[in-house]
């Protein structure tokens, strides 16, 4: 069944859905995004995500084509006429139409599109087995904090842990992990601290990173954020990885190397489940 999504001020049917070849996402990237999980219909830490997209439309001096108090309407419009229970909602909003030219065009009308995917988050059979992951050189520009729509390094990233007989990437930057390809890392030591690199220009500020770190706090664990090499990941007592799409997804295999049991750790899998229960309350 086709899609309903949202393109520039309309709802249209997936195949009718159009956007100009004079677009500067299409032509230089230049343009911004987030992904939002639906659980039981409602959206996961939407508010969050929002303020995200302002910070990062602020950081490229990009403007947002409707009011933002519009976004979440039209994001629940989707989720409605699409009947998604669990997925998510993916929303772009680039810098418009221009002739191709490297310069910002003097009058701006920029794009917004919006499109819904109707897939497992909560109950992810990956989850319950966990994910290998190859380490894959992090050959991204400087400002990984925005989260722009230039994702081909992590899409070949991706593509090269595949070809490894791996699940996903962790990515790496003078010897240290700076994130999933798509996703916020994580591990575990022997004496039960969590540790995930702390926020900067390099990484992505994670709103599921920023959740799972108040749980663990909750719960009582030693935080550290600081970067790791993948040798400390391979000896750690878990792994696991942060995102809208895929929560907390454990991490069983760095490089082939089984990480303790092989099995999703016991923290992860508690970190995971306390991470669905707040969903389900606080989803929107
Ligand atoms: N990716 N780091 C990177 C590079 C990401 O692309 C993402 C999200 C994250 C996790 O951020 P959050 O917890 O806010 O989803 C970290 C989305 C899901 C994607 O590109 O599909």
Known sequence: MSRVVYVNGEYVHEEDAKISVFDRGFLFA???????????????????????????LTELKMRCPVP???IPVIQRE????NDIDEGMVYLQVSRGVADRDFNFPKKEQPSLVMFTQDRPV??????????????????RWKRRDIKTVQLLAQSLAKEAALSAGADDAWMVEDGFVTEGSSNNAFIITADGTLVTRQLGNDILHGITRR???????EEGLTVEER??????????????????????????????????????????????????????ETAV
């Open 30 to 56: 230049d343009g911004v995004y987030e992904v939002a999980a639906v659980i039981g219909g409602k959206l996961v830490d939407n508010e969050a995500h929002l303020a995200r997209l302002e910070r990062s």
């Open 68 to 70: 933002f108090t519009e």
């Open 78 to 81: 989707l989720v409605e006429v």
């Open 122 to 139: 909560s109950s992810s059979p990956k989850a319950v087995r966990g994910i290998r992951v190859s380490s894959q050189p992090d050959i």
């Open 211 to 217: 959740a799972v770190l108040e749980i663990a706090a």
């Open 227 to 280: 970067p790791f090499t993948v040798v400390e990941a391979q000896g750690a007592a878990e792994a696991f990885s942060t995102s809208a799409s895929a929560l907390v997804m454990p991490v069983i295999s760095i490089d082939n190397k089984t990480i303790s049991q092989g099995v999703p750790g016991p923290i992860t899998r508690k970190l995971r489940e306390r991470y669905i229960e707040i969903a389900q």
